[in-house]
């Protein structure tokens, strides 16, 4: 902004209402708001600067212009908190009728402070019927590292592509023992790498808001039940659990659907070890969940097994 010249403000007047001092007066004031109309000038690099000091530096027990309890933790200059969006295009079955079956994400589409993290196995296992021929039966003799989980997808020499781990029959659990896989072949014995995509790991402390759906699809013959909640780094998170009712499929090619949806607030009180993850079941054999390829007439979009989509709210926690 320029230098504002001396305007000649009128004398006070010797005695009552003067109309031509109080006519003169306005005039003045009038040149002054010309001149700054006509000599400022907006100085944007000054305006940004501004900001990104009191954002990053202006001040407040977090080192910004908001106070530390408001603000909670700044990763950035400027508001930017944790966010994710993770999907999953893979067709998920039951493990059983009687087991819990974890959710993974295959597909992460956003993810800043929050994102999507493995359980690894590494293990000396063969498959076969348990008598030398093809079958579902992994036989596991040495655990190298991590824990074997059921869902997780397990490749090796021999072993067929997809392989998944539905459920630990005999043994040390997570380690030495017999499990059952999802796909019947004979394999020998080798060095089996273990993985299941499902810890939803998050940078920073506080309170996070979860919204979660998944496209369920019943391949039965008849009606039953669908459950999904949460668990908290492997131990089910308290009255997070949902049921929802499954029709029987349509016809014996065409199946019935339904999508579940939860929502719900998911607390962090140490990143360094607690994650989330979302666990389902139901009554019947024939529910899974499902995606579909992109279609024709109209053009549409593929969907995805899984959506879920989280975001940070507060870091203030109760």
């Not at 005039?27 to 990104?52: K, P």
């Not at 910004?64 to 999953?88: C, D, E, H, N, V």
């Not at 998944?214 to 039953?224: L, M």
């Amino acid at each position: 902004m320029s230098k504002i010249f001396n305007v000649r403000l009128p004398n006070a007047a010797a005695a009552g209402y003067s109309q031509e001092q109080f006519d003169q007066l306005v005039r003045s004031l009038e040149q002054v708001i010309f001149q700054l109309n006509n000599t400022y000038t907006s100085i944007t690099d000054q305006n940004l600067g501004a900001a990104a000091s009191w954002f990053s530096g202006g001040g407040g027990s977090a080192g910004g212009g908001f106070a530390g309890t408001l603000r909670g933790f700044q990763p950035s200059t400027g508001i930017l908190l944790p966010y994710a969006m993770l999907m999953s295009e893979e067709e998920q079955g039951n493990v059983g009728t009687t087991s819990e079956n974890i959710i993974t994400f295959d597909s992460p589409v956003l993810e800043y402070g929050i994102e999507v993290q493995s359980h690894e196995a590494v293990f000396t296992g063969e498959i076969d019927d348990g008598a030398g021929s093809a079958g579902t039966v992994l036989d596991v003799t040495a655990v190298t590292s991590g824990t074997i989980l059921t869902g997780m997808t397990i490749s090796g020499t021999g072993i067929t592509a997809g392989t998944r781990i539905v459920a630990q029959v005999s043994g040390t659990t997570g380690g030495v023992g017999v499990y059952t896989v999802n796909t019947s072949q004979l394999a020998a014995s080798t060095t089996v790498n273990g993985s299941r995509a499902s810890k939803i790991q998050f940078a920073y402390p506080g309170q996070y808001l979860v919204n979660f759906r998944v496209q369920v699809s019943n391949q039965d013959n008849s009606v039953g039940e669908f459950e999904v909640w949460a668990k908290n780094s492997g131990v089910n998170y308290p009255l997070s659990n949902t049921r929802f009712d499954l029709l029987a499929r349509k016809s014996a090619s065409i199946w019935s659907h339904a999508v579940p949806a939860i929502s719900g607030i998911f607390t962090v009180n140490d990143a360094t070890s607690e994650y989330l993850e979302m666990a389902w079941w139901s009554d019947l054999a024939g529910a899974f969940l499902e995606t579909y390829p992109t279609n024709t007439s109209p053009t549409r979009p593929a969907i995805p097994s899984v959506i879920m989509t989280l975001a940070f709210i507060s870091a203030e926690m109760y």
